[in-house]
């Protein structure tokens, strides 16, 4: 079997401090016998999608080592090819990579790309840009983009903007069209979701699928601040789609209806977008490498497992403590 060949593009300004010690944890992991790589790095803004633009269907794989921006920059390259997107994920949101299971550990994320297993997801044109993950207007975009401005980065200082902003924030009136259908709607925000998660497991649209030719658009509406631990906990435990504050609607295209330019945001990245912007799902139009069918289960850490097995322990625990309380009664019943 020949060999794979694949370029491997990484964001120096990810997971900083480690860029070295990632690059040898790719040549001391990477399967030599299987595949053969070169190493690039990124020096601006929009350089990995120039890298990957010139890579589409010359070599097997471009694999994004970085954050969201970076998968999404490199992803934007491949659209439409027959090369694959690959992810070694560094960044702090890692949505893509975990809605498509890559793990987060280095080495395995690695062993994904030895392995070589692929299949081909949809994508979101948004406007003139492409979005893998969620994009969305509203209050997380207005985050973005101040927080694009700020020279610390990391999610502490991405939560302490969220504490200052939000007692500020007024959401605002949106005229939306879905396919073709019209809805007025005052939302703190409202966000466009190819996959489930905006990332760290924050999942935003629950039943969202990744190829299943269509969006869900989640508004959500302005609430009182005793909501927000609800809204805060849905959003963790992935019932944010029963939240009476949440209204949810699938479609394969939607029109913002405005006059003037939309703040938004792609993936995080803040975005201006034009009057009337257009975001319509591009179905199956990217490949993407992911853990063979069996991997977790060789690993013996599958998440569905996992879930499995927390559901089996809570069954037991509530059944013992049933038990308990019924032969406490009886203790008291005797005397």
């Known amino acids: ?35 053969t790589f070169d190493i690039l790095h990124t020096k601006h803004r929009g350089h990995a999608t120039e890298i990957a633009t010139q890579c589409r269907n010359k070599i097997d794989a471009v694999i994004a080592v970085g954050g969201d921006g970076t998968v ?3 992803g934007t390259g491949l659209l439409g090819s027959n ?19 890559v793990p987060l550990r280095t080495a395995s994320a690695i062993e994904i790309i ?22 969305g207007i509203g209050f997380d975009a207005y985050i973005s983009h101040l927080f694009a401005d700020k020279h610390t980065r990391g999610p502490l200082q991405y939560m302490n903007l969220i504490a200052k902003e939000f007692p500020k924030y007024q959401p605002q009136t949106y005229v939306l069209s879905f396919d073709g259908d019209f809805f007025q709607r005052t939302a703190f925000l409202i966000s466009f979701a190819n996959s489930s998660q905006w990332g760290n497991n924050i999942h935003i649209a629950p039943n969202a699928r990744i190829d299943d030719g269509l969006m869900d658009v989640c508004m959500v509406s302005e609430f009182p601040n005793y909501a927000i631990p609800s809204l805060v906990f849905s959003l963790l435990n992935q019932s944010i789609d029963t939240n009476k504050y949440d209204e949810m609607i699938r479609a394969k ?12 945001h792609v993936d995080g990245e803040p975005v201006m977008l034009p009057p009337n912007a257009n975001i319509a799902i591009v179905p199956l139009s990217l490949k993407v490498l992911i853990p063979t069918a069996d991997y977790f289960d060789r690993l013996r850490f599958s998440p569905s497992a996992i879930r499995e097995q927390l559901i089996n322990t809570k069954d037991q625990i509530l059944s013992r403590v049933k038990e308990t309380s019924s032969e406490i009664k009886q203790i008291f019943k005797d005397k």
């Open 114 to 135: 030895n392995e070589f297993e692929s299949r081909t997801i949809d994508v979101l044109r948004v406007g003139d840009r492409y979005s893998f993950n969620v994009a």
């Open 83 to 101: 090369t694959a997107l690959g992810i070694i994920p560094c960044g702090s949101g890692n949505g893509l990579a975990r809605e498509l299971d």
């Open 1 to 35: 079997m020949a060999k794979k060949q694949v370029l491997i593009v990484v964001n120096p300004r990810s997971g900083i401090g480690r860029k070295t010690a990632i690059e040898k944890e790719i040549r001391a992991n990477i399967d030599s016998s299987k595949i």
């Open 253 to 264: 295209s939607v029109t913002i209806v405005s006059d003037a330019p939309i703040p938004a």
């Open 72 to 74: 999404n920059e490199v």
